[in-house]
Nanobody, 115 residues
Framework: QVQLVESGGGLVQPGGSLRLSCAAS????????MCWYRQAPGKQREFVAF???????NYADSVKGRFTIPRDNAKNTMYLQMTSLKPEDTAVYYC?????????WGQGTQVTVSS
């Protein structure tokens, strides 16, 4: 049973920074892709970024240059380092894992950018 647990969300002022974590536990194949998605109120869930086990990354245009997605393979943990946050970044952020032909989701963590 694979579980994903996000943490690190909260309230931050515009222009601020925040780091989210996603810890994966269970039997996880070494070749995998970890992703971040987000869902703002009244909107569909949207892709934010991904990182492969080989550390190839890709970002949505809306966060490129502001967010980075490092990972620690030894700890099966992925992060989302967010800087220069904007009110439009407010959303529930979800961790996603693609491994062994299956897909897993975390429960989400709220990020609110407001003064």
């Amino acid at each position: 049973q694979v579980q994903l647990v996000e943490s690190g969300g909260g309230l931050v002022q515009p222009g601020g920074s925040l780091r989210l974590s996603c810890a994966a536990s269970g039997s996880i194949v070494s070749s995998n892709v970890m992703c971040w998605y987000r869902q703002a109120p009244g909107k569909q869930r949207e892709f934010v970024a991904f990182i492969t086990s080989g550390r190839t990354t890709n970002y949505a245009d809306s966060v490129k240059g502001r967010f980075t997605i490092p990972r620690d393979n030894a700890k099966n943990t992925m992060y989302l380092q967010m800087t220069s946050l904007k009110p439009e970044d407010t959303a529930v952020y979800y961790c996603n894992l693609l491994a062994g032909g299956r897909e897993y989701w975390g429960q989400g963590t709220q990020v609110t950018v407001s003064s």
